[in-house]
């Protein structure tokens, strides 16, 4: 079985990078995608529901809609993408998997799977076959309830979410793991930003974002670090061009100058399509990758040093300060400049402009959390929002900005893998279900228990780890390795392919699709970035009519498995029929949750409470915000290597490609590319048009990913960059941010050599 794509023969084609964002392309881009793929009368309809009051929300990211004016489809090319993926008029059917043997499926590229089609009804690969067949729902359940059974110990079943499944798909999901008498409940987020997760948690006491979307517009100063909102949060750029308008500064720091950084057109807007946009960055800091903690570290050096603090903040509110302060007696400005690529006087100038902001909001995404020294270095920004007084203050916060559009629902309703003492006793009063006190496996121990054989049953609510995680090798063997291996999906990806000895699709409805239960019509409800809960209507006509609900597939599996394993107590045929009952289950577990099924109701949603934000009230260890003092650390390069970031192209979902080009960099056609500095090129006397191959080396053990093609780029010298998933075989395993065990897809040292 491939376990990664197929090898590209032809070099990209390659123009220059688009100098603004958005604009006219962008709405020429969306109509070849929906227009091609779900008929133009079809994807109007579907478009225009969009981010309604009464339509879905929007699968493309978790970036929140303006509040009470979420009247009509904030427009946005890539949630538009991926809005048109799902509602494809293609379909797969059980033909489909006799013709193309799951070997021969591997073969094509993971652009060719996508664009198959909808999966449309249960698949089971028997042991030793090599094609999927039909299998009706309840033998699959049956099959599914069964191999658990068997199971020695319930930790030998994990249980994966991806974050786009719903708040009460996601309830349902840890419930039925807990009932089971497991917390493996490893996510996405262990990928994404669980270094946000554990660093915020510790210093501020939530894990989660302080600001609202209205605190945009009235910030004077916004950090993006380490985030390409053009791309894969475009929504964003309208906040940040609106926070310019009302008179707020931003500043981009980023190895790459990103075009959604430079300049913006509001798609919507006629003038500005034709006009030449918003600038959107006032200065943009190219940063060596995972430079960013010495960054921080620094400015706060400087703003302790020119007494630019807010002192009043700082001791009714924070813990720490002084031991904070005596950490900066041995500060040496080369080694400074030489981890960041950025003079001093340029630091202290970005430092001086931080001082004197009254409101600063910092926002970041995978740039910052998947090094190794996330956690520290999220801390680090943290601390110079503290020694402003920059947290629970109009137009100040931290901004994490999530990626999957429930990501952050899905850990607030309980999938987590190391659930607190307070959460289990609440969900044992209000379902009798007594969860383990020993926490489960995340994403990188999930993938060591199933190598070791200690893993055996792999279920998937939604994604695709095989191409998501890192070390696709590893990953490979380990699901290989698994009895069973369940996914449930709305498209085919490589996880259905590299499969356990059995392996089962189960097909479900997705969010664009009516959901109706025999109690009517269901909605479900997600949480965005900042914390806003609301509803989601899916409008669209099923795929087929054999497709589940995601909270339906849970309850079955729960109802099958008690008939096995003995009665838990639960009514699961209740609960998905009427999703209302879920909420009320939700309501009586979570904080915050309360009178849930009338406030999910209203138009906006509700916000769930923020102690920060809300009372500058900090539940951690000390009562207090605390200021942390990390080892200061980062990743360089010897000679002859190279620090690698792995990141996504204009035109994918994490693991589903659209299309091998990368429009806003001048990228047409190919994905194994290197984007290498010009000068690194020349030196490395490699070139540009021979393939080479990468090989990073780990603990002694080499990983070897062959044929890409090197592409000039202005990226600091000693960087290069690859995308994601192709590149994902060169990341080790065991690379791991310290705190959250995240990947290191932002820092994987590799050295280039021609291909033979
Ligand atoms: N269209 C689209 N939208 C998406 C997604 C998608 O794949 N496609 N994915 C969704 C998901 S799950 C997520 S998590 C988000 C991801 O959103 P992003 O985090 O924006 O995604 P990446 O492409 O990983 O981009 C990381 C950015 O960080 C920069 N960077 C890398 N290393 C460093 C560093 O060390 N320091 C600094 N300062 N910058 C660095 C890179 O140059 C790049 O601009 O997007 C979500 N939205
Ligand atoms: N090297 C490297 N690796 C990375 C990253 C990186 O930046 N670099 N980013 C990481 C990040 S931030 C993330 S979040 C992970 C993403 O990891 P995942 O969430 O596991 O991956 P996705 O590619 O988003 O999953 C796509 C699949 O989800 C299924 N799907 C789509 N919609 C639905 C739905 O509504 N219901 C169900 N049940 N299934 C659905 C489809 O079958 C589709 O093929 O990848 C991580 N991996
Ligand atoms: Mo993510």
New binding site residues.
Partial sequence: MRKIPPLEKNPPLLSKSSKSAAGLPAIISTMNHGFTKSGIIGSLKTLSRVNRFHGFDC?GCAWPDPDGHRTFAEFCENGAKAVAD?STKKRINSSFFAKNSVSSLSNHSDQWL?DQGRLTEPMLLAEGEEHYKPITWNDAFEIISSELSELENPNEAIFYT????SNEAAFMWQLLARRFGTNNLPD?SN??HESSGVALTDSIGIGKGTVTLDDFNKADLILVVGQNPGTNHPRMLTALRDAKRAGGSIVSINPLTETGMRKFKHPQNPLEILGSGTEIADEHFQININGDQILFNAINHHLIQNDLIDHDFISEYTNGFDEFRKSFSNINWQEIENATGISESRIRNLAEIIGKANSIIICWA?GIT?HRNSVPTIQEMVNTLLLGGNIGRQGAGVCPVR??SN?QGDRTVGINHKPKEDFISRLEKSTGIKSPNSHGYDAVESVHAMLSGSGKVFLS?????LS?M?DTNLVSDALENCNLTVQ????L?RSHLVTGRKAIILP?L??TELDISISGNQFVSVENSMGIVHSSQGKNKPASKELLS?PSIVCNLGKFLDQIIGDSGINWDQLCENYDRIRDLIEDTIPGFNDYNNRVRIKEGFYLPNPPRDSRTFNTDSGLANFRINKLENLSSSENEFVMM???SHDQ????IYSSNDRYRGIKGGRRIIFMNPEDILSSNISPDSKVNITSIFRGVKRTSKSWHLVPYQIPRGNIATY??E??EL?PLDSVALGSNT?T?KSVLVRITKEN
């Fill in positions: 699968p799902e996508n991806s974050g786009r499944t996405c990928m994404c995978m998947q990626g999957h990501v609510m939604g994604g695709n780890f998501a890192s449930i999906s709305t498209k990806n479900c997705g969010r995601e792995t990141i996504r979902y994490n693991t589903t994601f998933p590149a994902n990341i990947p897809s």
